[in-house]
Structures are given as structure tokens and as C-alpha cells.
């Protein structure tokens, strides 16, 4: 597998940042279209090469490492006029050159290889190290979050040094390389700069809670995004502080570590879920889903020591990998649920897998490891390499290969299923820095400076007493090999849909109650989804949350919610939740759209390994209801815009059609090829350079008149995933192809899975508004609620922490959405755009106050500013 990556990136893209798998070309920063802040880390200097070296050293590739070093040496420049993430760079290309160096010494010293050696890596290190030092010339010691390469930070030429913020994680995730950088080189500059900003860090945390936000300004040190949470903006922040203590021997470190990680799992740890908070008041949870970088932190736990927390949240995390094959971006709380369905191959979860089955043996860890293995050949592996999961659920393709791919999947991959004598090396002398880069332990007793010359700080006075300073004996831990199992097993019945549904009048399986949500503990122990009316456990559930319910006389039902009269503070924070899932819920449901579909090209060379994310038509054959799809050749229609009688009939008869977007409608299209014989269409966008990485799903409307007599699927491909339909049939002339709802040709189960769609929250309701959702009795006892819309009350509510919610029981009108944005283009009328992004932010007010003292409109607030966050986290792809 690694083989077949490295090959195809050495061949098809250096001296290029990237591999692009789908287009077999490589990624030029510059000559493809933006992709933002992801395009950050290419600073065209062969990026994944560098990634890669240390990877080749633990593979036994020596001389393929060798050859790799000198073309580093060679053909790699580091003062391109080229702006990049400081980050990023130090992670992957200053600890890619540092790994490399300690492998070509460790390999020099055995006498076999590298002997013409003489530090170069090295020597390229310092002068990257030197290039990024500019970006710490700020008054807080907090590095700028951009570097140019050529020109530092602050010059008009530069292009950067006016950003004000910065992530946790980027200021705080350079010290293992810049500490070893100086302990290399005896030039101890750059171990100072890292630990100024850890210090100016530490000395920002929030005293009370002792956690640290997700962005902070990085001249004031003010928190602009007061979330806290393992994950995103934050998680190697952490992980940095534990294992600089590993590498440097410096105890202030564990100190700092321990009191973070204490609040941590105060706050943020309810096994098995993570769930960010705020800073300033840690028991009211800031968002209801988890991203999935926070991955790594059970092995970060197993470091620590901490093995019972980190089997549960890998066992969760293992469980959704098994339902969707690969961990979407992001996992709601209701574990069923996806939003951000992409997966660019992070390497966490394999990471955290490995060291799990360090430290306990169990060889059920093997068996999760080979889950990956094999869902990376069956879904992932394309041609020319391995390409990125745009859609987990359906299975389609980005054409992207990060090198953290290389760097850090096969790495830890590697060494899951390694005897002893398959490694040239023993790791244990080595610590993996957050890119899984091996930097050697003897630099704990190389020479360095004993106290920063820059650190302004003052540290707190600690009792060691409260620290544990050992590593654990997992034999003492698990004298019961089945230990771990038993943690095991309550999780898998959270996401595997083992928890039936109720029947009215049935008493609630006690463990689909309580696991993971107790009434009171900071969860909803009641889903707005699940709810029923006329269930009398869900009516105490509600009671104990302050909600009420109230028959009207016309038929409906009201909640109406209290805080004052529920059983705690944090019940009625459930019950505040409660009703914004209720409204969600009747939001989603007015907005109801059709997921994506996928286009999976089947024939040879590609057997099933390149899926195009498809937009779905609102007429024709529903793919979600067919259990095959629908396969044939692709044929292009004469004429290609399929606006009039197809000319190449004989041709089109029994195949897919191939048609351009433009001219006329899509129905009309649809029904020219039906009438050549065609089984199936794909309608290629004709704006070029359109691509499912920046555009929304698009969704084709029909033609204003009645469609059924449209039978066959018809599906749409922007510009740049038909072209790549049209280049393989352009190089192999027969390309078979299979429209389906998800991938189907890869041993895809059979078992049936209800469509997991999941549109973006919605907020409806403040202090003194009421929303009303109306549902068929009947469907209200099944949980659906079709219709909702909101009302402003025109008298004052004069209890405080009140929301009022009104459930019709009688039937009711379909009501059409109203917040539908519907795009006509000139001669295009049929097009419709399923969603629009906003990338407003919004910044949570300063202060502190107690959870059960705010009102409805705070707390309210509060999952607005975190609706904003995740939209921009959206945007900015993690």
C-alpha cells in the first residue's frame, strides 16, 4: 500500500507539494483553484516528499531513503516567494527534514548507509527554522499564523503580518521541533520562541475552568473563540505539553499538562464523547458534535496513562468508522447522525489504535486495524495512489492525497502489525511528534539552556503529590485479559441502532435511556426525534427537564419549558436543548432535500476505485430505492446538449447518455435520451472549472410540468468531476460506469441503512417567541413532524428561562419550505441550490456566569455563536 502511494506520487507529481489520485497529475500551489487555508501548507517545496522520510527509514526502505535525501538536497528550495502556514510548515516540512536527519544519523552510525552523510538535513532545518522565526515578532511571543517563505512577515512584499488571531494549536504545537532544532544545533533561539508562547499560553488559560479556548488574539492575548474542546484548534496544543516532558525531561511541562488534562476530564470527557465547552462556564457544553482530529486523543490518554476513558472513546469512534467505513469530519451527538461527511485519510484514529494495542495486547485492536486496511484498498485506492472520501456515505472521491497519508497512516499502520525483527530500529529510544515524525529521546541530556532567556512569566507553585510521574504497568491494569471487552460492549450498543424503538405504552429498554445520556448529566436524555406524545416515560423525562405538556382544544399539543421546575440547573439546560432539537428538527424537515448520489466508474483500469460525487434529480428513478443501481457505458449524445432528437440513437440505446448542462431544461433532456433507449444520464455542468470541492450540491429541478413520465436516473457532475469521466473514456473508449445513492461494487453490505442526511442547524425562536410545529396524530406517535413555522407572542413572558413549543396532533397542510434558495441562471432555469454557506461570524460576549442564572435568549445565544463557529470551521476545512 505504501508502495503503491510513494510510487505514484515520485512518478505522476514530484517535485510537486501533492499527489491529485484522481487526475494522476500533481498539485502546483498557484495552478489549481484555491482551496483556502488548506492550500496553506504547499509552499512548493516537494512537501510530501519531506513528509515522507523518516516513513521510508521504518519500512526498511533504506535505499529508497537514501535516494530520497540527496534528491532533497538537489532539487528542494525553501526561499520561495510564497506565503505558508506557520503551523503547518514546522509540523510537516521542519519535522519531515528533523526525522530525516535523525534517521540518516542513526543509519550513518551503523556503518552500513548514509556514510557520505555530513548534516545537510540539517543544515536545511536551521535555515527553515530561521525563515519561520520572524513570524514570533509579536509582543505576546505568540507566532503570526503566516510566514513568507522569502520575506518574513510585516513588509509589503510579504503579503501577511496583518492577521490578528491565531489557533491554540498553532501557537502551541512547536515545541518538540524547535527544541530539537536548538539541542541539534546548540543555537538555543528557537526552544526560547516555543517556550514563550507556551508560557504566554499557560498564562491565558481560564483560571477557574484551567481550560484554554480555540482562537486567541496574538498581540492583546484575548480569547476571540472561547470554545473549548481535544479537537480541532486545539488538540496538538495538549499533546505537545505531555510529550514535551517525554523529549525534554522538563517537569513544568507535566505540571501544566496535568492541570489541563484534570479539567479536561472534568468538563470535556463523558465517555465515550468529548464534547467541547465553553471556557468561562465549563458545564454548559458549546456544540453537540465532535470533529474527528480529536481521534488522537486516545492514545494520547494511553501516555498518560488513563487506559479505561480511551478504550471507551475509541470503541465509539471504531463503531462509526464501522458503520460509514472512514470517520466523517464530523460526528453529532446522536451518533447516527453525519453534517460534514469528508474524510481527507487522517491517520488519528490508526494512531490511536496502536498505541491502545501497546498497552494492552488485546488483539481486538489488530482486528480494528485491519478494518482500516482493508476500507483504505476497498474505498480509497485508486490508480494512482489512494484519494480522499469527499462523501463517507456515498462513497465518492476528492481528488486530494495529503502527505500526512505518508508521514503518518503507514507509520503507525506499520508498526500495529510489526513483529520485533521487522523494525530496524526501537522506537521506544524515539518520541512521534504530532505529524508522527521520530525525534530521538537523547536530546532530554543534549546541551541546552536551563531557563528561557525570553520567558517573562511566572509559574505557580505546584504540590508534586498531585501529579503521578510513573508510566502504568498494563499488567497490573489488566489482570483480566477481558477488561477491556467489558468496557467495550455498552458503547457498541450506542451506535450500532441495537436500542429498538418504543411501541407506545412499552417500557424503554433501561440501557437506550441511560447510556450515554442520563437525565441531568449535561445531555438530553430524550431525543426530539424519539419523542411521543402519548409515551409516559417520555412525559417524566420531560417533567424532570421543566417541559410541560399542554392539550389545546383545537387538537394541538404545547411544551411549554420552565427552568425554574426542573429537578436541576443542568436538566433544565436539557430541557433548553430539548426544544431546540424539536425546532431543528421541524427546520430540517420543511427543508427537506436529497442527499448526493455517486457515479462509480467500474470498468477497467479502475474496477470500482473512482466515485464522482453526483447531484440528484427531483424527477426519474430514485436511486436510494433501487438495492443494484443502475450500470452501463457511457456514451456522449449527439448532439451533446440533448435538446433535441438524439442522431446517435442506434449508439445511446441501452447505455448511459452523456449530455451538457445548458439550453434547455433538464426534464427535456431527460426525456430525448429516454426516447433513444438511453437507461440512465449524467449531465456534465458547462461552467468551467465548476467543482464539487467549492460548489454546493446541485439539485435539478424539473420543468414546471408532470415528470413521471421521466423513468430513467439522471445525475449531475460538475465541470471538473466530468472531466474526468470524459478523460477515461477519451483513453479507454468503453467506460462502464454505476449510478447508485452510494457505492455499491465493493462488498458493500446488504443490511438496509436509512438515508443519514442531516441539514444544518437552525435557530427559530428567542425570549418571548414561540415555534409551532404541526404533525398527523398518527406521525406525531412515530416521531415525525412535518411542518413548522415561528410566532411572535404578543404579550411579554414574564418567567424567566421559558420556550414555547406547540406540536399540531390534527392533520395539517404541507407547508413549503421558506428559506429556499433557488438560483435561475439565463437559459438555465432549472437550477437549484440546495444550500448557501454563511461565513459571518459572530463573537461570544467577555464575562463569566453561573449556567442556571442565564435566560433561554443566552443560552440560546450561545448555540447561535456555536452554529456560526462550526459554519466557519466548515468553510475553513478544520
Known sequence: MFDHAYQNYMDHAYPADELMPLTCRGRVRGLEPSRGDVDDALGRFSLTLIDTLDTLVLLNKTTEFEAAVRRVLSDVRLDNDIVVSVFETNIRVLGGLLGGHSMAV??????????????????????????????????????????????????????????????????????????????????????????????????????????????????????????????AGIDSYYEYLLKAYILLGDDQFLQRFNIHYASIMKYISQPPLLLDVHIHKPLLPA???????????????????????????????????????????????????????????????????????????????????????????????VPCGFAAMKDVRTGSHEDRMDSFFLAEMFKYLFLLFAEEEDLPFDVEDYVFTTEAHLLPLSLSIAPHSSSSPLNTTSEVELDDSNFDWTCPNTRLLFPDPAFP???????????????????????????????????????????????????????????????????????????????????????????VRFMQEMMELSSQQQKEQLPPRAIQIVSHPFYGRVVLTAGPAQFGTDLSKSSTGVRGFVTVAEPYSGCSEIANAEYIQGNIALL??????????????????????????????????????????????????????????????????????KEYREVEVLLSDKARDREISDEAEEPEVLVFMVLFCCLGSAAVLGADAQEAEEGCLTEATTSTSAEPINQSQMSTLELDESTSEEVQPTHEEVTEELGDLEAQVLHERDSEQRKEPVGESDPSSQTVDELLADWQEDLEAFRQMEKDEL
Request: hydrophobic share 40%; glycine share 8%; aromatic share 8%.
Open 106 to 231: 542513526m543509519l550513518k552510525e551503523g556503518g552500513q548507509h548514509m556514510q557520505w552523510y555530513q548534516d545537510e538535513l540539517l543544515h536545511m532545518a536551521k535555515d527553515l527554522g530561521l525563515r519561520l522565526l520572524p513570524a514570533f515578532n509579536t509582543s505576546s511571543g505568540l507566532p503570526y499564523p503566516r510566514v513568507n517563505l522569502k520575506y518574513g512577515v510585516r513588509g509589503p512584499e510579504t503579503r501577511t503580518g496583518t492577521e490578528t488571531d491565531t489557533c491554540t494549536a498553532c501557537a502551541g504545537t512547536i515545541i518538540l521541533e524547535f527544541a530539537a532544532l536548538s539541542r541539534f544545533t546548540g543555537d538555543p533561539v528557537f526552544e526560547a520562541h516555543a517556550r514563550r508562547a507556551l508560557d504566554f499560553l499557560w498564562e491565558k488559560r481560564q483560571r477557574n475552568s484551567n481550560l484554554v479556548g480555540t482562537t486567541i488574539n496574538i498581540h492583546s492575548g484575548e480569547w476571540v473563540r472561547r470554545d473549548s474542546g481535544v479537537g
Open 287 to 381: 456544540r453537540t458534535w465532535m470533529d474527528s482530529l480529536l481521534a488522537f486523543f486516545p492514545g494520547l490518554q494511553v501516555l498518560k496513562g488513563d487506559i479505561r476513558p480511551a478504550i471507551e472513546t475509541h470503541e465509539m469512534l471504531y463503531q462509526v468508522t464501522k458503520k460509514h467505513n472512514f470517520l466523517p469530519e464530523t460526528i453529532f451527538q446522536i451518533l447516527q447522525m453525519v453534517h460534514w461527511a469528508q474524510h481527507p485519510l487522517r491517520p488519528e484514529f490508526a494512531e490511536s489504535t496502536y498505541f491502545l494495542y501497546k498497552a494492552t495486547g488485546d488483539p481486538y485492536y489488530l482486528e480494528a486495524g485491519r478494518t482500516i486496511l482493508d476500507n483504505l484498498n476497498r474505498f480509497a485506492r
Open 485 to 575: 471487552r467489558h468496557l467495550r460492549e455498552p458503547i457498541r450498543s450506542a451506535v450500532d441502532k441495537s436500542c429498538p424503538r418504543p411501541a407506545p405504552h412499552r417500557k424503554i429498554p433501561q440501557v437506550c435511556i441511560n447510556f450515554p445520556w442520563e437525565p441531568g448529566m449535561g445531555r438530553p436524555p430524550l431525543r426530539a426525534q424519539d419523542f411521543m406524545a402519548n409515551n409516559p416515560e417520555h412525559l417524566e423525562l420531560l417533567r424532570r427537564m421543566g417541559v410541560n405538556l399542554i392539550h389545546l382544544k383545537d387538537g394541538r399539543v404545547q411544551l411549554v419549558q420552565h427552568a425554574t421546575q426542573a429537578v436541576s440547573a443542568i436538566a433544565a439546560e436539557d430541557g
Open 660 to 729: 451538457q448542462r445548458g439550453q434547455c431544461m433538464f426534464a427535456e433532456k431527460a426525456r430525448h435520451i429516454q426516447k433513444a433507449g438511453a437507461i440512465g444520464g449524467i449531465v456534465i455542468d458547462d461552467n468551467e472549472g465548476s467543482s464539487s470541492d467549492t460548489a454546493p450540491l446541485f439539485q435539478m429541478a424539473g420543468d414546471g410540468r408532470n415528470t413521471d413520465d421521466v423513468t430513467l436516473p439522471l445525475l449531475f457532475l460538475f465541470h471538473k468531476e466530468g472531466n474526468i469521466l470524459l478523460e477515461a473514456l
